[in-house]
């Protein structure tokens, strides 16, 4: 019996790189530096942004970058530029609710960019009973131990809980941990073949439809 769903931010709860990409040239661009390729940031998706932003901008200063991104980050997002949760995300956090599942997130992201999704008046207040990110865990994705936090402070088993990501780094930590893994395609960033299948207990093209897979029971809508 699955009691606890641990959800991915980026591109799994919410469809996020392209927008990053935008905020993070943004950046750049402030700091008089030329803009990131895309197939560079493609292929640091995923890690943590200060440890990605050395990849992506070679010589940046880091210092002046991790001052500078909150301010823009916050524009982003008080345009509705970031961080945009589907209506139907929304409603599939409802359904496994109301099946008596805990919806937990857990992201690599750093604790300032994810404090606004846990603010009392967001639209996950209700929905999400907490989240495990850097500033609260000794550890992140692809390390196993990134759940330790999570598993310690719930009480929940490993063999309770599933993990809902988007990347191969995803199913490594889940797997690592024991606890089961289910692949979210919807961004098309990446291919099931991607995934090491020892860890992947199924794959969904869209959000929603892990509801189904979790509960066991067949979709209605299909």
């Known amino acids: 019996m699955i009691q606890a769903v641990v959800v991915d931010v980026d591109d799994t709860l919410c469809l996020t790189e392209a927008a990053s990409f935008d905020l993070e040239n943004e950046v750049l661009a402030a700091l008089g530096r030329p803009p990131m390729p895309r197939e560079v940031h493609l292929a640091t998706w995923g890690e943590p942004l200060l440890v990605a932003m050395p990849h992506r901008s070679p010589g940046l200063d880091l210092e002046r970058f991790a001052e500078l991104f909150p301010i823009v980050n916050q524009r982003f997002l008080a ?43 967001h639209a996950l207040a209700g929905r999400v009973a907490g989240a495990y990110h850097q500033g609260n865990t000794l550890f992140t994705k692809p390390d196993p131990r990134v759940f330790d936090v999570l598993l310690a402070e719930t009480g929940f088993r490993p063999e309770q809980c599933v993990y809902v990501g988007d ?10 941990a024991g606890i089961g893994f289910i692949a979210c395609l919807q961004s098309g960033l990446r291919r099931l073949d991607e995934f090491d299948p020892r860890y992947v207990i199924a794959a969904v093209d869209t959000f929603p439809e892990i509801v189904p897979v979790i509960s066991g029971r067949p979709d209605p809508a299909r």
């Not at 589907?86 to 599942?101: I, K, M, Q, S, T």
């Not at 990347?167 to 690592?176: E, F, I, T």
Request: no cysteine.
């Open 79 to 121: 345009e509705g530029r970031l961080d945009v949760i589907p209506p139907e995300n929304l409603a599939a956090l409802d359904r496994l609710v109301a099946d008596g599942r805990t919806v937990l997130l857990l992201t690599s992201r750093a604790e300032a960019e994810v404090r606004h999704l846990l603010e009392p008046g």
């Open 167 to 176: 990347s191969p780094g995803d199913a490594v930590a889940a797997g690592g």
